[in-house]
């Protein structure tokens, strides 16, 4: 199926997003928000968006670093690039080791290893911009259903990446009106959030990322305690960010049936009432 993309500005010219949908359908479509990793709205997440279009929805992916259409500095896409494949070259038990990283980018030059270090002290510490995320969300949602024409009336349901995949469980606890979250990779909600959540959830998760999904059983009984519909698939030898073919923790066989699982659930919950 073909598709066409553009950059959208919304929230009242506050918000980019970047949105991918089938070319030359009539009428108005089910909306799928595509949630960025740590790396920001890079080529990665624009090829997804566009992915989850070639399946038949108008994907959205909203761009968290953007504010009045532009970046801070720190957050500008090659100062991402960079870091990136520093992180990539360093194994990853020492990511959020910051004497580990230090020894690592000794090497470097020193105007590289400054800013290496001031991007990756904000990619690593995201949490302190959670309520400022969740609201662009809500705003993004509330946008695709009542204000954007190829979307306009239609139901919205969330994906997302790492970062994102615990922001896509966020919205469901903030938007009563989602009709469905999937997450890959992303830390399960609290038990207050999971309170407020009436939408289905899809995890995807991948049996080396220990840190994560060590957490998964244990949060599968609390959702199931409280009647909430949480589905999901622990990955064997698979990392953390299995999905993104751009890494190398990418996995091709559990990136494949997580895209089906993915697109079966979003089909379900995305299905005309």
Known sequence: MSVVSEWVHY??????????RPEDVAGPLPAVIIIQEIWGLDAHIQDVTRRFAEAGFVA???DLFSRNQSREAVLEAPRVAAAQAFLNAIPSSAWRNPEERAEALAGYPEAEQIQITETLNLLLNLQTRWSDFVQQLQTTSQFLRDEYEPTQGQGVASVGFCLGGALSAALAG?????????????????PELLANIKAPLLGLYGELDTRISEQIPGFAEQAEAADK??????????????FNDT???????????????????LRGVLADR
């Open 229 to 242: 519909s949480f589905e999901y698939y622990i990955y064997p030898a698979a990392q953390h960010a299995f």
């Open 247 to 265: 890494r190398p923790s990418y996995h091709a066989a559990s990136a494949k049936d997580a895209y089906e699982r993915t697109l079966k659930f």
């Open 60 to 62: 959205f992916a909203p």
């Open 174 to 190: 903030h938007d009563p009106a989602l009709r469905g979250g999937v997450i890959f990779y992303g830390n399960p909600p609290s």
């Open 11 to 20: 929230g009242q010219g506050a918000y980019t997003g970047y949105v991918a």
